[in-house]
């Protein structure tokens, strides 16, 4: 493993964050709008670590940034949701596992998205080639059973995919491992209730703080819509689905002895298009929203890390879904080996593109409500 070089937490985009919330500490006019707000409230002062919590909380719906009454052009310049924003793109590199890996995906995320995903088709071709395969073969149709035991052995996937999948779940809980010791720094250690672990798992099912207070993510505008709250449920709900297609065909194959392809109508297939057709929609209404939301939401420097992210997400539904409906064309075994080289590509990214923010917003939640489940043991911040 490479050296990981310690990052400090307190950096400019952190000293911006604990103006900006001290100011509103002092107005308290959004309290209503998020988790952050109430959460800030405890706090007298804001030191770096809770800068790093609060951000991670931000769901960046924008509402704050259009009821602020001393938003630009005002002296204060408040932008809350760019300076959180700012904050959390820090917090994906400081607690990486390597963090020089977070930080080089954030300078480089569609670069190394598109790279990875070129690279391991060019390094599966090479294995089938070497196998002994013919350069014919991958021009033309072929069943569905001959492109997954032929071009793709089973064991030949295990292999590949098993030690990078494996990587990117060691990377992430060191780095969540990290994340929640510096939470633990901001109060004592308070008694462990099963409501805040319950309570924290439907505030992310139901992207609860995605919502303005109510109302929904402002745009362009300060009129409030809907369509991120449902584009990013759909990506979520999306994503579930596609895990679960590949956790029952792994049970199909291990515990029944019943190997892929299976067919159209079994429960892996019915559970992956399904998933499919919704992230595809999803990402793709994302991806669409982007150009419209104001500039004061947003920070530039973070635009190929969400892009590159939401991307990947799409290329790997739109590759999954075509590679099924072309089974019996001559494009099959191109799209297959497309669609396998973007899921390496996503499992090898995992720990540092944009899909790590859900680890740090998941403990900050869990810590905001244990925050609240314990008001009278909470010692408000000094420092």
């Not at 029944?256 to 019915?270: F, I």
């Not at 992956?272 to 004061?296: D, E, F, K, N, Y």
């Not at 008001?375 to 000094?382: G, I, T």
Request: with cysteine.
């Amino acid at each position: 493993m490479s050296k990981v070089i310690p990052l400090s937490l307190e950096t400019p985009a952190t000293q911006e964050a604990a103006r900006v919330m001290g100011i509103c500490n002092s107005c308290r006019y959004c309290e209503g709008f998020c988790a952050v707000f109430p959460a800030m409230e405890r706090r007298l002062n804001f030191t770096a670590e809770s800068i790093h919590f609060l951000a991670n909380l931000c769901h960046n719906c924008g509402a704050c940034y259009h009821a602020c009454q001393y938003a630009p052009p005002h002296a204060f310049a408040l932008e809350l949701p760019k300076a959180m924003a700012r904050v959390r793109k820090e917090s994906y590199a400081h607690f990486a596992t390597p963090n020089w890996l977070g930080r080089l995906y954030q300078q480089q995320g569609l670069a190394l998205s598109l790279g990875s995903l070129v690279g391991f088709v060019v390094i599966f071709v090479l294995a089938y080639l070497l196998a002994g395969g013919e350069t014919a073969r991958l021009w033309q149709a072929a069943s569905t059973k001959e492109l997954f035991y032929e071009i793709t052995p089973h064991n030949t996937l295990v292999a590949i995919f098993g030690p990078v999948f494996l990587w990117a779940v060691l990377a992430m809980t060191l780095s969540g491992k990290s994340y929640w010791q510096m939470l633990k720094g901001l109060a004592p250690e308070q008694a462990f209730l099963s409501k805040e672990a319950s309570q924290t798992v439907s505030d992310i099912v139901q992207l609860r703080y995605l919502d303005g207070g109510g109302q929904g993510c402002a745009a362009e505008s300060d009129k409030p819509t809907k369509q991120r709250r449902v584009s990013h449920q759909m990506v979520f709900l999306g994503f579930m689905l596609c895990l679960a297609s590949t956790s029952v065909a792994t049970l199909y194959h291990y515990l029944l002895n019943d190997p892929a392809p299976y067919p159209m109508t079994s429960l892996p297939k019915l559970l992956g298009i399904s998933g499919g057709l919704l992230m595809v929609v999803g990402c793709a209404w994302l991806l669409a929203q982007r150009p419209t939301r104001h500039q004061a939401l947003q920070d530039p420097t973070q635009q190929t890390m969400d892009v590159g992210f939401v991307s990947l997400l799409l290329v790997i539904a739109a590759t999954g879904l075509a590679s099924m409906w072309l089974r019996t064309t001559a494009a099959m075994p191109l799209l297959h080996l497309i669609h396998l080289s973007s899921v390496l590509s996503f499992f090898l990214l995992m720990p540092y593109c944009k899909f790590v923010h859900g680890l740090y917003r998941g403990l900050a939640l869990w810590w905001h409500n244990r925050e609240q489940a314990n008001p009278s043991r909470l010692q408000l911040s000094e420092g």
